[in-house]
């Protein structure tokens, strides 16, 4: 089972950062994906369990995670296991929903969504989501171009058509989209390790890292000392055909 290499290395060097930096999922768009998913829910991709943690007080959860340093922080769910999206170690047709948060774009989509058909029972859930930063405001894009944000290719997963993708598949059915705008508080502490959690920046030597993380920190040297960094919270539901 691989995964990319980016994911691999970047994510093991940074899971406690991951931990530490990522905001969680607002309220409204949790409720959101509470109310198309039921049953046993896979949540995949799951990282340190952000958002398993989450779906665990309403729902089984099973949690499949490739990168041992980031499963190793999940704590609350039914089963958490070692798997890729394009091997998930379960049986056909054993789970009611899968979650995906904040990974899909790390996927191999085809091979992705042909097995995640095939664990689904017919009629299942299919949940995509994504934290995106929003850069309709002046300095957080001035964070996302000092961190060379753009030129990477995993940041284009909010300018992918999700909808396409999934209906080229030919396994799913109708899409529904919808977003939440939301505010994660958080200090300068928060701010450099939002920046160490990037993937490709934890992969970094440590002099290129903390250079990046002090450019960043300097966007934020007249705020009060606790700021709102503000998101959307972008989500594609779909159901096994
Ligand atoms: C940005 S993290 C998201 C973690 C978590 N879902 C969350 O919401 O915080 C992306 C995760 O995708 C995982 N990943 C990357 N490629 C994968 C693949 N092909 N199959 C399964 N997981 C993968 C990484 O190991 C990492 O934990």
């Not at 691999?8 to 905001?23: E, L, N, T, W």
């Not at 209906?167 to 939301?182: D, I, K, L, T």
Request: aromatic share 10%.
């Amino acid at each position: 089972m691989t995964i990319p290499e980016p994911a691999r290395v970047g994510f093991g060097a940074g899971a406690d950062a991951y931990a530490r930096g990522r905001p969680s999922y607002p309220a409204d768009a949790v409720a959101y994906v509470l109310s198309k998913v039921s049953g046993t829910v896979l949540d995949l991709a799951a990282g340190t369990g952000i958002f398993t943690s989450l779906l665990t007080p309403h729902r089984e959860v099973i949690a499949v995670e490739p990168v041992e340093s980031m499963r190793a922080k999940i704590t609350d769910a039914a089963r958490v296991l070692d798997g890729t999206a394009e091997s998930i170690p379960l049986d056909d047709s054993s789970v009611d929903a899968v979650t995906v948060a904040q990974a899909f774009h790390w996927f191999r989509f085809d091979e992705a969504l042909a097995e995640i058909a095939r664990v689904l029972r017919p009629a299942g859930s299919l949940v995509m989501l994504w934290n995106r930063r929003d850069e309709s405001v002046p300095w957080v894009n001035r964070m996302s171009e000092v961190i060379n944000w753009r030129s990477h290719q995993i940041s284009q997963y909010d300018r992918i058509d999700w909808a396409a993708v999934i209906a080229e598949s030919g396994r799913y059915g109708e899409v529904e989209h919808r977003s939440f705008s939301w505010e994660h508080v958080i200090d300068r502490g928060l701010l450099a390790e939002r920046v160490r959690s990037v993937s490709y920046v934890a992969a970094m030597d440590h002099a290129e890292r903390e250079a990046l993380v002090t450019e960043v920190l300097s966007l934020a040297a007249d705020f009060p000392e606790t700021f709102p960094m503000p998101y959307n919270t972008l989500v594609w539901c779909t159901t096994r055909s």
